[in-house]
C-alpha cells in the first residue's frame, strides 16, 4: 500500500473490509499476558488449541503451522505418500494454484491438475472424465475466486464419495470453513467430517496473527508434524500466534451468523446501486465479490476522496477483470463492517462508482 494511502487509513475511524486495519497494538492484545509459552511447538497454548481445534472439527487430532502453504503441502505430501500416487486434483482457482508459485510441484514433487471450468465450481461430471488415479481432491469451502460460493452440500458429498471409489484422500482447504459454517447452517465439526484432512486458518475471518491448523486422524497429524520440521515450520516459540488465535476463536465463530446477515443486507442494498454488481448474490458466506463499473482511476480516487471527507476507508486494492472499465473489490464482512449500515455501505458504493 502507497504510504499516502497507509496514512489516510490510519486517519479514518470507520473501515468497510473484515475486522479493520491490521495494528501491532491491536493484535498483541489479542494475546493474553499469562499465555503458557510452548518449546518447538510442544505444550502450552499452542497444545491447547489443537486440542480445541480438533473438538471444534470432530477430528481425532490437530497440529498448528505458520502457514496454510506449508499445512497443505504436507498434508498433501502425506496422502500422496500412501497411496503412493502424485496427482492432486483441485479447482483452477484454488490457492495452490494461484498464489504459491508452484510450491506443490517444486517442493513435494507432486502434480496439480486443475478440473472444471475456472468461472464455476467443480461438478462431478468434470471428476468423472478424469481418467488417471489421483492421489488426493482437494476442495475448496467456500470458493474464494468466485466471491465465497458454496456447493450444494450434496454435491460435496458425491464429489467425496467419488473420490472415494478411486482410492484418492479428500483434504479440504477449508481455509474460512468458519464462514462457511455460517453458510450452511451446519457446525464446523458437520462441515469436516467427509474429509480426510481438513486445513483452517485463524487470521482470515477470525482475524488473529497468522497461523493456522490441519485436522486429521492422529497417524496423519503425526506424519504432519514431521512435516512441518523439514519444511521449517517448527519454530522455537509458536505461542504468540496461537495464543491469539485461541483468544479470538471463540468470538468470531459466533458472530459469523451475524457477518453473514449483514453480508446479505449490503448485498439487498447494493441491488439499488447503478453500476454495482455482486457475485454472488445473494452471498453465501461473510463475504462477495463486487463489480464496479467504472474506470480504475476514478475508484481508486474515489477511495482517497471517502477516506478525506468522510473518515471511511473502503479498499486498499482494486483488482481488475477482462473488461478495463469493469473492476473488482472484495468485501469481507467482519466487526468493522457492523459498524456500518447497509444503506451506507451502499451509498459508499455510490461514491465509488460515481452514481
Not at 64 to 90: C, E, K, N, Y
Not at 160 to 171: E, F, L, Q
Not at 335 to 352: I, K
Request: hydrophobic share 45%; net charge negative.
Amino acid at each position: 500500500m502507497p504510504d499516502d494511502l497507509l496514512a489516510l487509513r490510519d486517519a479514518c475511524d470507520r473501515h468497510l473490509v473484515g475486522h479493520g486495519p491490521v495494528r501491532a497494538a491491536d493484535l498483541l492484545a489479542t494475546i493474553p499476558p499469562d499465555t503458557e509459552v510452548d518449546v518447538y511447538g510442544a505444550g502450552g497454548v499452542v497444545e491447547a488449541l489443537e486440542a480445541e481445534v480438533a473438538c471444534l472439527l470432530g477430528k481425532p487430532a490437530a497440529v498448528f503451522l505458520p502457514s496454510g502453504i506449508m499445512a497443505q503441502q504436507a498434508a498433501l505430501r502425506v496422502h500422496a505418500d500412501r497411496t503412493g500416487r502424485r496427482t492432486v486434483l483441485f479447482h483452477p482457482t484454488c490457492h495452490l494454484a494461484i498464489h504459491e508459485d508452484g510450491a506443490l510441484e517444486r517442493v513435494q514433487g507432486l502434480l496439480g491438475r486443475p478440473v472444471g471450468d475456472p468461472n464455476r465450481l467443480i461438478a462431478l461430471e468434470d471428476l468423472q472424465a478424469v481418467a488417471e488415479p489421483p492421489a488426493a481432491l482437494l476442495l475448496e469451502l467456500p470458493q474464494r475466486e468466485l466471491g465465497g460460493l458454496l456447493p450444494d452440500w450434496d454435491d460435496v458429498l458425491e464429489q467425496v464419495a467419488w473420490a472415494r471409489s478411486r482410492g484418492a484422500a479428500v483434504h479440504c482447504d477449508g481455509a474460512r470453513i468458519w464462514e462457511a459454517a455460517a453458510g450452511y447452517g451446519r457446525s464446523p465439526a458437520e462441515l469436516a467430517a467427509p474429509f480426510d484432512s481438513v486445513y483452517v486458518s485463524f487470521y482470515k475471518g477470525i482475524g488473529a496473527l497468522a497461523g493456522c491448523c490441519l485436522a486429521a486422524e492422529e497417524d496423519v497429524v503425526a506424519e504432519v508434524r514431521e512435516w512441518r520440521r523439514r519444511l521449517g515450520g517448527t519454530l522455537y516459540g509458536l505461542w504468540p500466534a496461537a495464543a491469539s488465535a485461541l483468544s479470538l476463536l471463540p468470538q468470531r465463530l459466533a458472530r459469523m451468523p451475524e457477518y453473514l446477515a449483514h453480508a446479505r443486507a449490503i448485498a439487498a442494498a447494493l441491488a439499488e446501486v447503478d453500476g454495482v454488481r455482486v457475485l454472488p448474490d445473494p452471498p453465501q458466506v461473510p463475504m462477495m465479490h463486487v463489480l464496479l463499473e467504472s474506470p480504475r482511476e476514478q475508484v481508486e480516487a474515489a477511495v482517497r476522496r471517502i477516506a478525506e471527507t468522510r473518515g471511511v476507508f473502503t479498499f486498499r486494492g482494486i483488482g481488475t477483470t477482462q473488461d478495463p472499465g469493469v473492476q473488482r473489490v472484495e468485501l469481507s464482512v467482519g466487526d468493522a463492517t457492523l459498524q456500518l449500515t447497509s444503506e451506507e455501505v451502499a451509498d459508499l458504493f455510490r461514491e465509488l462508482v460515481g452514481a
